[in-house]
């Protein structure tokens, strides 16, 4: 890994045996995962509210031409 993917651009860079550990995890997720903001209760009920008026004035508007 290191002759292949390090070497090209960093050719001063070595491994040191005695600092290896085998077995290690780094979890990046656990660090620098940021979760997406959710909207607010008021936000989505809002939306749901103008919807539902939206299926109304529809099914006004068809029920008058039929």
Same mark, same amino acid.
Do not use: C, W
């Given at each position: 890994?290191?002759? +292949? =993917?390090?070497?090209?651009?960093?050719? @001063?860079?070595? &491994?040191?045996?005695?600092?290896? !550990?085998?077995?290690? =995890?780094?979890?990046?997720?656990?660090?620098?995962?940021?979760?997406?903001? &959710?909207?607010?209760? +008021? /936000?989505?009920?809002? @939306?749901?509210?103008? &919807? /539902?008026? !939206?299926?109304?004035? &529809?099914?006004?508007?068809?029920? =008058? =031409?039929?």
């Amino acid at each position: 890994f290191l002759l +292949n =993917e390090v070497r090209p651009y960093a050719p @001063d860079a070595y &491994l040191d045996p005695a600092k290896t !550990q085998v077995g290690y =995890e780094i979890s990046f997720t656990k660090y620098f995962y940021k979760p997406a903001e &959710l909207r607010t209760l +008021n /936000d989505i009920l809002a @939306d749901l509210r103008a &919807l /539902d008026a !939206q299926a109304a004035s &529809l099914m006004h508007a068809i029920t =008058e =031409e039929a």
